[in-house]
């Protein structure tokens, strides 16, 4: 049973990986004009689908966040079925794996795949997007804390919240966007 759940997950990250590269792909030549690195970027093929070597670069480092976070979002998917009492209400605190090292590791999750969609698509439209969908999953992820999270559970959670003090990226992630936003940055101006 568990090698079957192992192998659809496999499955699905490999399907949906070739269907985010399908996409990136064809959407590389909408809106041409609010493409990163336009004055220094190499055009590798032209033609149909016209490919750079800058949206390669980012696809490549779009792709493995991609992956590495929709595999987590299955796994926390699973963990969090099983402390739903109701449909969005927690029957308990879930304290183990994610959950101790981060108190929103699915919104951690979800941003950094909008993330990795957004910054392969090499554009300026990505930075607002990415920016955008960052702010508002942290909104929500505030929301249930205050309005969902601290009247069901209470005590014990303002408890964890003192002794899980990162709510939604840990330091090493927290570098590797800043560095991430920084390369989108500076693409905007060469």
């Known amino acids: 049973m568990k090698r079957n759940r192992q192998f659809l997950k496999?499955?699905?990250?490999?399907?949906?990986?070739?269907?985010?590269v399908l996409a990136i792909i064809f959407s590389w030549n909408y809106y041409p004009s609010l493409k990163l690195w336009r004055s220094i970027d190499w055009v590798l093929l032209n033609g149909f689908?016209?490919?750079?070597l800058f949206r390669i670069i980012h696809l490549i480092i779009g792709l493995p966040i991609f992956i590495y976070s929709f595999i987590n979002?299955?796994?926390?998917?699973i963990i969090?079925?099983?402390?739903?009492?109701?449909?969005?209400?927690?029957s308990y605190l879930l304290k183990e794996g994610f959950y101790s090292?981060?108190?929103?590791?699915?919104?951690?999750?979800?941003?950094?795949?909008?993330?990795?969609?957004?910054?392969s698509l090499c554009s300026l439209l990505g930075i607002f997007f990415g920016l955008l969908f960052t702010l508002l999953f942290m909104l929500f992820g505030l929301y249930e804390e205050k309005y969902q999270l601290l009247p069901i559970l209470g005590k014990e959670y303002k408890e964890y919240s003192k002794k899980v003090k990162v709510r939604f990226f840990p330091f090493p992630l927290k570098?590797?966007?800043?560095?991430?936003?920084?390369?989108?940055?500076?693409?905007?101006?060469l």
């Open 49 to 52: 689908l016209e490919i750079s």
């Open 101 to 119: 090292k981060i108190r929103h590791p699915m919104y951690t999750m979800i941003i950094l795949i909008q993330f990795s969609l957004f910054f």
């Open 80 to 90: 969090n079925q099983k402390a739903q009492l109701r449909k969005n209400f927690p």
């Open 10 to 20: 496999i499955i699905i990250v490999i399907f949906l990986s070739v269907l985010y």
């Open 175 to 189: 570098i590797l966007l800043l560095l991430l936003y920084l390369l989108i940055f500076l693409g905007i101006f």
């Open 73 to 77: 979002v299955i796994e926390i998917v």
